[in-house]
Nanobody, 124 residues
């Protein structure tokens, strides 16, 4: 089930930026919507963002709207999540996921094909 690989996390100060990448192995992302999720210690997963297969439609949680930007480069088989103006409350493991079927973001919080996750820590 580990066909999506997240990378780009790290330790940053409040106000800093990171770019997370979600890369597919063994299949092509072109046809699928990709959701981004995060899970803080002791908490359940939170839907963060989603991008449709074409990149023409995006969704953002209210908590990240205006600070995070999701994009994709299908030629590189990669979806990105740009994290700007990071806050300590953004600290979590970030995952990308697909359902392996849908090209759109309807019900994206139900996507279950997870990557390994990448740790984002925001601390002063």
């Amino acid at each position: 089930q580990l066909q999506l690989v997240e990378s780009g996390g790290g330790l940053v100060q409040p106000g800093g930026s990171l770019r997370l990448s979600c890369t597919a192995s063994g299949f092509t992302l072109d046809y699928y919507a990709i959701g981004w999720f995060r899970q803080a210690p002791g908490k359940g997963r939170e839907g963060v963002s989603c991008i449709s297969s074409s990149g023409g439609s995006t969704n953002y949680a209210d908590s990240v709207k205006g600070r995070f930007t999701v994009s994709r480069d299908n030629a590189k088989n990669t979806v990105y999540l740009q994290l700007n103006s990071l806050k300590p409350e953004d600290t979590a493991v970030y995952f990308c996921a697909s359902d392996g079927v849908s090209p759109i973001c309807d019900y994206y919080e139900r996507f279950g094909a997870w990557g390994q996750g990448t740790q984002v820590t925001v601390s002063s």
